[in-house]
């Protein structure tokens, strides 16, 4: 929804009615993960995807009936390869998309505290009765301070008000299950749960060329990036324009100033030893879901030996991504932190860095995700020759 706060918000203010339609699930491969979002006004004008293309002219016409008749729908889209040109996907995959109103004034102002959140960089979690079992469209808004709405009865309130909370600080959305009064272990109703956690974060050290670029697709990627260096004729705004902030500080000094979570990916930039092993002590204490190093092989060994040195287990070793970045021949500071982000990417959903024309099976490493945003996982050791 973050990709359509200025159309909603536009059409809200307007007083215009919409159909939302959400990607609720995802079974094999597909183009979108759940929270895909695509909306569609009551005179046809419409504002995102949920498939790419292959699916959207189908979910159109369901837009057009919902609004019709004010009730919501979930509709499912699944179409093997041989029947590719038919209304489905061409990947093969299947994915349930529920279609809701937005006409009625109470509709608009619910959504309005929500994209308020949102924009505000507040944590806020939205969950939704699917159709079947409860009522259908039902939501409850959940945030830190408590929850708005109701879900149909108390019971089914306060369980997915607690999985909410869950899944808001791992920032993950996903669909899920109760019996009717909130019963674990029980599928009778089906409620997808929507997180809007604030942006993960990138710590970028070091004010060198290569951190400027790597700002810049960090910003890309979606993160809130922050760039910190010790010499403030380097640390400068000037300098980096694309990031949310440039701080000034001796780089360990911030970090252990800094909330790190599970999300965080930290680029330590500098290689120099004054500036990198102190850092590096504090980083590793962190649960940063990445902790990527510039340098050399020979930087990188004699990296290793200082941090040894200072106490810096072989477990905690293993959690660096040292030298920096994938193998991809890069030269420029662009082309490194094109290498940087690749193998942020890579780490983040368990991909094996390989051309996908080499490789067979599953595109898409969805289980990885979630281990990525619970915080990292003990791993094989990472402190391996690559390229720096």
Not at 12 to 21: R, V, Y
Not at 130 to 142: D, E, I, Q
Not at 199 to 223: C, E, K, N, Q, W
Request: with cysteine; proline share 6%.
């Amino acid at each position: 929804m973050r990709e359509l706060l200025s159309e909603l918000r536009a059409w809200d203010e307007a007083g215009t009615p919409f159909a939302l339609a959400t990607v609720v699930s995802v079974r094999g491969s597909a183009p979108r993960d759940p929270g895909a979002v695509m909306a569609v006004t009551a005179d046809g004008s419409v504002a995102g995807s949920v498939s790419g293309g292959c699916v959207e002219g189908a979910v159109y016409e369901a837009a057009g009936e919902v609004l019709a008749t004010g009730s919501p729908q979930l509709q499912s889209y699944g179409i093997s390869d041989d029947e590719a040109f038919g209304v489905g996907l061409t990947c093969g995959g299947t994915i349930d998309v529920l279609v809701a109103p937005f006409a009625a004034a109470a509709d608009r102002a619910w959504l309005r505290g929500v994209t308020d959140s949102i924009a505000g960089g507040e944590p806020v979690a939205v969950a939704t009765v699917l159709p079947g079992a409860a009522a259908a469209g039902a939501r409850l808004v959940v945030r830190a301070g408590g929850a708005q709405g109701s879900l149909g009865n108390e019971g089914l309130d306060a369980a997915v008000t607690d999985d909410a909370l869950g899944l808001l600080a791992q920032g993950a959305t996903g669909r899920q299950w109760y019996g009717t009064r909130g019963q674990r272990r029980m599928q009778d109703v089906s409620v997808f749960v929507q997180t809007y956690a604030p942006p993960p974060r990138m710590l970028v050290f070091g004010a060198i060329d290569h951190a400027a670029a790597t700002a810049r697709i960090g910003s890309f990627l979606g993160y809130r990036v922050t760039v910190c260096d010790a010499r403030p004729a380097f640390a400068t705004r000037e300098r980096f324009p694309t990031a949310d902030e440039v701080v000034c500080a001796w780089p360990h000094t911030y970090l252990s100033d800094t909330e790190i979570d599970g999300r965080t990916v930290l680029c330590v930039l500098t290689h120099d030893p004054k500036f990198d092993v102190p850092l590096l002590v504090a980083a590793l204490r962190t649960p940063a879901a990445y902790i990527g190093v510039m340098g050399s092989r020979r930087t990188h060994l004699d990296r290793v030996a200082r941090l040894r040195a200072e106490g810096v287990d072989e477990a905690a070793l293993a959690r660096l991504a040292s030298p920096v970045g994938l193998d991809l021949g890069a030269r420029t500071p662009e082309e490194t932190a094109v290498s940087i982000a690749a193998e942020i990417i890579q780490h983040r959903w368990g991909g094996t860095g390989r051309p996908l024309g080499e490789l067979t099976g599953a595109i898409h490493h969805q289980q990885q995700e979630q281990r990525w945003r619970a915080g990292p996982e003990p791993g094989p050791a990472r402190h391996r020759p690559a390229n720096g």
